[in-house]
C-alpha cells in the first residue's frame, strides 16, 4: 500500500470504503432514520387541510355561507402554508421557479375568481405531496 492510499488519520482508502459500504448495507437492513408519522408536518397539514374541508363542505350543505367560506379559506391556507412558502424562497433567493409555485398560483387564481371549494380541495390534495419530506 502506498503512503498516498493513507490519509491523516491512518486509515487507508480502502478500509473507508468498507466502512461506507457497511454503513449502507446497515441503512438497508435497518431502513433509514425516520421520525414518527404523526410528527410528520406533511401528514399534519394533509389531514388538518383535509378535516378543515370536510367541516366547511358539511357547513355549506347546511346553508352556513359564512361558516364554510371561512373554513375555505383556512382549508386552502393550512394545505398551501408548506409548500407555498418554500416556492416562495426558492423564488426569492434562487431565482428558481418549481410545480409548488405553479401549483400555488393556481389556488390563488381560484380563490381570488371567487371558486373558494376548488381552492380548498387543490391545496387539500397537493399537500399529499408534503408527507414525508415533500418532492424533491
Known amino acids: ?3 498516498s492510499a493513507i490519509d491523516r488519520t491512518g486509515f487507508s482508502r480502502e478500509h473507508g470504503a468498507i466502512e461506507e459500504r457497511r454503513a ?5 437492513v435497518r431502513g ?10 406533511g401528514l399534519l397539514t394533509f389531514l388538518g387541510s383535509g378535516a378543515v374541508l370536510v367541516m366547511s363542505w358539511l357547513a355549506a350543505l347546511s346553508g352556513a355561507r359564512e361558516l364554510s367560506v371561512a373554513g ?3 382549508s386552502t391556507a393550512v394545505g398551501s402554508c408548506l409548500f407555498f412558502g418554500r416556492a416562495l424562497a ?3 433567493f434562487r431565482r428558481k421557479l418549481t410545480l409548488d409555485l405553479g401549483i400555488g398560483a393556481v389556488i390563488i387564481t381560484s380563490v381570488l375568481s371567487g371558486e373558494l371549494a376548488l381552492g ?3 391545496a387539500f390534495v397537493y399537500s399529499v405531496t ?3 419530506g415533500g418532492l424533491e
Open 1 to 3: 500500500m502506498s503512503a
Open 24 to 28: 449502507n448495507a446497515d441503512q438497508v
Open 32 to 41: 433509514p432514520d425516520t421520525q414518527r408519522l404523526w410528527r410528520d408536518p
Open 72 to 74: 375555505y379559506l383556512l
Open 90 to 92: 426558492q423564488l426569492a
Open 120 to 122: 380548498a380541495f387543490l
Open 130 to 132: 408534503q408527507v414525508g
